[in-house]
């Protein structure tokens, strides 16, 4: 009797079953398993001819899974960087591109210098702290006059965007002597900032800038006192489908 036709044992056919736990690890498993097992065949191969019509068939196979990209040098160079590194850079073939290696593959990139500083009035931002380090480092002169009461407005400006109430400039002088250390005095000059009615109407004239678009408007207490009929929506009268 032909073989293909006997009849299985059941049980030896649940013995031999392969569990996901039991396989090995997919290196990169949207290949999924059967490209896995293609790889370590091919890997496996000693004669180095059939080794690289191997590495070659895998190739089309992994790019015939993104036919929009199969032509790309680009993608062809992404597709020989994968095949290696998917045989655990074990397979010796021919690449028209650059090897990868374990070491390069394993870099890691430098840390990013993020700024730590946590400043006791963060209202003011980072940026004005800059700007006094700058304005420190200038000759004593008219620029530098300008420059600080330059950096004395927008910290008041910053100072009102946060707390909606009036300020006196003696205060954002002493936070700008503060912040300083010392060397930006303004506490005993006579100096004037913009008036705060100015900057609270420049605040506000911002924040409605950058309001997100299609926000809905509520109707002032001004329109109901002059009894002006709020105007219907434009999809009010629309008839239902």
């Known amino acids: 009797m032909n073989s293909k036709y006997i009849k299985e044992n059941s049980n030896d056919v649940v013995h031999h079953l392969e569990y996901n736990a039991e ?8 290949y999924g398993r059967h490209l896995q097992k293609l790889i370590d065949l091919a890997t496996n191969i000693q004669d180095e001819v059939e080794r690289n019509k191997a590495a070659k068939y895998i190739i089309q196979v992994m790019g015939s899974l993104n036919p929009h990209l199969r032509d790309v040098p680009d993608f062809q160079h992404k597709l020989w960087d994968q095949l290696f590194i998917m045989s655990d850079f074990k397979l010796v073939a021919d690449s028209p591109y650059p090897i990868p290696s374990r070491e390069v593959l ?7 210098k993020y700024p730590q500083n946590f400043p006791k009035y963060r209202f003011y931002g980072n940026n004005i702290k800059y700007m006094i380090d700058v304005a420190n480092k200038w000759e004593d002169g008219d620029m530098k006059k300008a420059l600080v009461k330059v950096i004395a407005n927008h910290m008041k400006k910053s100072y009102l965007s946060w707390n909606k109430d009036t300020v ?3 205060v954002i002088f002493e936070h700008l002597y503060e912040l300083s250390d010392g060397k930006l005095n303004l506490i005993q000059s006579s100096e004037e900032l913009l008036n705060t009615t ?18 809905p408007k509520i109707l002032s207490n001004k329109n109901l006192k002059t009894g002006k009929p709020n105007l219907p929506h434009k999809n009010q009268n629309r008839k239902p489908l």
């Open 23 to 30: 396989r090995s690890h997919l290196i990169i498993p949207e």
């Open 106 to 112: 394993q870099l890691k990139p430098d840390v990013l």
């Open 168 to 170: 006196k400039d003696d």
């Open 198 to 215: 100015d900057l609270l109407r420049t605040n506000k004239r911002v924040s409605n800038k950058i309001a997100p678009i299609g926000q």
